[in-house]
T-cell receptor, first 112, second 113 residues
Framework: GESVGLHLPTLSVQEGDNSIINCAYSNSASDYFIWYKQESGKGPQFIIDIRSNMDKRQGQRVTVLLNKTVKHLSLQIAATQPGDSAVYFCAETYTNAGKSTFGDGTTLTVKP | DGGITQSPKYLFRKEGQNVTLSCEQNLNHDAMYWYRQDPGQGLRLIYYSQIVNDFQKGDIAEGYSVSREKKESFPLTVTSAQKNPTAFYLC????????????FGEGSWLTVV
């Protein structure tokens, strides 16, 4: 069945380092992917998205890479800051799917 | 400001009681969703609705009920049939049925006492 999974459940980085969070998806029909950040006790917040006609998209300090060949998505955070500590979810969907599929999440901890 | 409002933020339920969580959005979104999140876990879809007066079961609908009488409102009732309701509940919405960004509310904590 459809699934979106993350390779690593936790990631610990030093402040100032770059972080890479990975995600695998299994539905080759998915054409829209989103990364969310969730702080403790709060709702997930949109970080960045990418459509399947792109391989890379950049935002402010964040970059999402999409490899459709191996069904892999990654989120890169440059110069990671303590405020980046949170759980990060990837989600995948496709037009008229009616719903999205979320991964279990990776907990990012930034050490000062 | 546009957004999704969930209430209450914290709710306590006695065993055997039904409780209703409110979700209102002023984003003019067509689709609305309810997710359950247990500590340290991901999001699991309870129910979703793509248009008014229509809704579909998600992956864990047993013990829950919803209604969609208005476009902006999608309340979730946690019934006494839900044996383990203690969790964080998230309401979300999107502009269309798929291929669009999902926007989330701030969540509601439900605890059984």
């Amino acid at each position: 069945g459809e699934s979106v999974g993350l390779h690593l459940p936790t990631l610990s980085v030093q402040e100032g380092d770059n972080s890479i969070i990975n995600c695998a998806y299994s539905n080759s029909a998915s054409d829209y992917f989103i990364w969310y950040k969730q702080e403790s006790g709060k709702g997930p917040q949109f970080i960045i998205d990418i459509r399947s006609n792109m391989d890379k998209r950049q935002g402010q300090r964040v970059t999402v890479l999409l490899n459709k060949t191996v069904k892999h998505l990654s989120l890169q955070i440059a110069a990671t800051q303590p405020g980046d500590s949170a759980v990060y979810f990837c989600a995948e969907t496709y037009t008229n799917a009616g719903k999205s599929t979320f991964g279990d999440g990776t907990t990012l901890t930034v050490k000062p | 400001d546009g957004g999704i409002t969930q209430s209450p933020k914290y709710l306590f339920r006695k065993e055997g009681q039904n409780v209703t969580l409110s979700c209102e959005q002023n984003l003019n979104h067509d689709a609305m969703y309810w997710y359950r999140q247990d500590p340290g876990q991901g999001l699991r879809l309870i129910y979703y609705s793509q248009i008014v007066n229509d809704f579909q079961k998600g992956d864990i609908a047993e013990g829950y009920s919803v209604s969609r009488e208005k476009k902006e409102s999608f309340p979730l009732t946690v019934t006494s049939a839900q044996k383990n309701p203690t969790a964080f509940y998230l309401c979300a919405s999107t502009l269309g049925a798929g291929g669009n960004t999902i926007y989330f509310g701030e969540g509601s904590w439900l605890t059984v006492v």
